[in-house]
Each structure stands twice: as structure tokens, then as C-alpha cells.
């Protein structure tokens, strides 16, 4: 199942990527940089949903898809920080509390299903919101303007990431606490 448009909606967010970062050094106007980064962002992430809901809809799961559909996620999210950090637009401490939040979890899972307990870290509703908010506060902080002369995204995206950052850390603090009988069972 390589090949279904689920897979392959998935590996758009991988595509995305480098045409996301790219924006940032065509030689156009930061605003118009800006908002093709955050469509495009928006574009990519909505792809999320839609190829988890195709899945299902055609019956076509596998397990390759369900390796890489967090994959991307983690791919997108990672790169969008790292391209926010480089715009001065967030903090390198909440990139590094969220990058590193998502390598810890990502080998946590892989160690856990390698001893037969992946069920005990499956996905919660917490990484859910997690994800979500962070979905929410990186295109407001790529726009990095005004949205109806009203809302200032920049503040709005800097609130939001920080709200993330702290659903992150609340986030591997209990996938960590799930784990833990199967760890202390494995190392005593």
C-alpha cells in the first residue's frame, strides 16, 4: 500500500518542506512570502486529516502509512520551527522543547513496540490537542501580520506556540508515566 492516495497525501507534507522553506529565499516581498508560506503550510497540514480520513473511508490502512503519516507530521512541524527560529519570529527554547519532545517520544514508541508494549504510549488525546495547537500557532507566526486589520498574528502565534510548548512537555510527561511499568519492568 505504497502507493494509495492516502500515501500519497502523506508524502505531500514531506514535499512541502523545502518549497515551504524555499519561499523564505525568493527574491519577493516578505509579506508575499509570508502568506505563501502559511497557505501553503495550511494546505499541507489539512492533508493530515484528509489522508487519515481516505484511509479509512477506502479501507486502505497499512502499517506503512501509519509510520510515515507521523513522520511527516514531525517533518513539517520541525522544519516550520526551525524556519521561525531563523525569522526571529520564536524561541529557539521552544523549538528545542518541541523538536526535542518529538525525537524523545518517536524512539520511546519504536523502543516500546520493539518490546511488544506499543500499545502502552498509543496516541492520546493530549498529543491530539498537542498537535493541534501547534498546527494553529505556526502559520499565524509565518503570516506575521495583521488579519482584518484586527488580529495580530504574531502575538497570537507566540501565545499559541507557548501554549504548545507547555501541552508538549504535559504531553511526553504522560506518555513517559504509561511507559514507565513496561521500562521498570524490563530494567529491573
Known amino acids: 500500500m505504497f502507493f494509495t492516495v492516502p500515501t500519497l ?7 512541502a518542506i523545502p518549497l515551504i522553506v524555499g519561499v523564505f529565499y525568493l527574491p519577493i516581498e516578505p509579506q508575499t512570502a509570508n502568506l505563501t508560506a502559511t497557505v501553503m503550510f495550511v494546505v499541507f497540514a489539512w492533508t493530515d486529516w484528509l489522508d ?6 477506502l479501507n486502505q490502512t497499512s502499517s506503512f502509512g501509519a509510520f510515515l ?6 517533518f513539517l512541524v520541525c522544519a516550520s ?7 526571529q519570529r520564536t524561541d529557539v527554547f521552544v523549538a528545542l522543547i518541541i523538536i ?5 517520544i518517536s524512539a520511546l514508541r ?7 508494549a506499543s500499545k502502552s504510549v498509543a496516541v492520546h488525546m493530549l498529543g491530539k490537542v498537542k498537535t493541534t495547537v501547534q498546527m494553529v500557532a505556526i502559520p499565524f507566526l509565518l503570516y506575521d501580520g ?3 486589520d484586527a488580529i ?16 508538549t512537555v504535559w504531553s511526553m510527561v504522560y506518555y513517559l508515566q504509561k511507559a514507565l511499568p513496561e521500562i521498570r519492568a524490563r530494567v529491573e
Open 9 to 15: 497525501l502523506t508524502w505531500t507534507r514531506i514535499v
Open 52 to 57: 487519515g480520513f481516505l484511509a479509512r473511508r
Open 69 to 74: 503519516d507521523p513522520v511527516a507530521d514531525k
Open 81 to 87: 520551527l526551525l524556519v521561525l527560529v531563523h525569522l
Open 100 to 104: 526535542g519532545r518529538e525525537i524523545a
Open 110 to 116: 519504536e523502543w516500546m513496540a520493539k518490546i511488544g
Open 146 to 148: 495583521r488579519v482584518l
Open 152 to 167: 495580530d498574528t504574531r502575538w497570537w502565534g507566540q501565545i499559541l506556540i507557548w501554549v504548545s510548548a507547555v501541552l
